[in-house]
């Protein structure tokens, strides 16, 4: 099944007018997803790669890959099994268009995996355990130990031609500045989660102790130093041990 362009790119080549109507169009989506109220970081991933299938033309499924420079690697989001599968298979060889794509080269493409000869062991593997023939990947971020890719899928050969092309890499643009952002509300949430325990912590130790609230946090500090444990780890085993105690 091909999914095509969205509605206002015209039919054939795209020419400049087209590829700034397609900026806009995909930058509307990326941040209306990210906008709608209620609607978490992993259902904004999931909701931009179903999209991906969508919108670029040829694309049966979409994933989002994310390794580390250590070779693991994990699906962030897919559209269906083969995305998952195939990553699977990567892991299993760390090789493929996925990591090429995100750690050496903007963009891959393989036309058809049956005629491709750069990755032998993962091609082998992916021609025996799944149906996918066509594959574009797009780098999506690299940081210093993780990277991210955006990839499509086909079930039969040269699916994505120069204009799949095009739209992909604009999509896998737009598709970067949302994932930085859930990325940083990720990471402020998890921030705000953990001043929280601290906070509790402190309070536990202050009535436990009576001792103020700057000698509380300097306890939590040694106690963190002391036994080489995140102070997040520490206050959440503190607060713990008191309801532990407290419903005892």
Not at 5 to 17: F, T
Not at 20 to 35: T, Y
Not at 61 to 67: D, E, F, K, P, S
Request: with cysteine; hydrophobic share 45%; charged share 20%.
């Amino acid at each position: 099944m091909e999914h095509g362009a969205p509605s206002g790119v015209l039919k054939g080549r795209l020419v400049n007018q087209d590829i700034s109507l397609l900026h806009q169009q995909i930058a509307d989506l990326a941040r209306d997803l990210h906008n709608r109220p209620g609607t978490d970081s992993e259902v904004v991933i999931d909701q931009l790669i179903a999209e991906a299938a969508h919108t670029i033309p040829g694309a049966q499924y979409a994933g989002l890959t994310v390794a580390t420079r250590h070779g693991q690697i994990s699906t962030q989001a897919s559209t269906h099994q083969w995305p998952r599968w195939l990553d699977q298979i990567q892991q299993r060889y760390q090789e493929g268009p996925c990591l090429i794509a995100a750690w050496e080269h903007h963009t891959v493409r393989v036309d058809d995996l049956v005629a491709d000869a750069r990755w032998p062991r993962y091609r082998h593997a992916a021609l025996a355990e799944t149906p996918i023939r066509s594959i574009l990947s797009f780098e999506l971020f690299t940081s210093t130990h993780t990277l991210g890719a955006l990839n499509v899928y086909a079930e039969v050969p040269h699916a994505f031609d120069d204009e799949a092309v095009e739209i992909g890499f604009v999509f896998a643009t737009h598709a970067a500045l949302v994932w930085d952002s859930v990325q940083r509300e990720r990471n402020f949430q998890s921030a705000l989660a953990s001043r929280d325990i601290i906070g509790q912590a402190k309070g536990m130790l202050m009535h436990q102790f009576d001792i103020d609230a700057v000698r509380a946090f300097e306890l939590l500090k040694r106690l963190s130093q002391e036994s080489n444990t995140p102070l997040v780890n520490i206050a959440r085993a503190v607060v713990e041990l008191r309801r532990q105690i407290a419903e005892t």
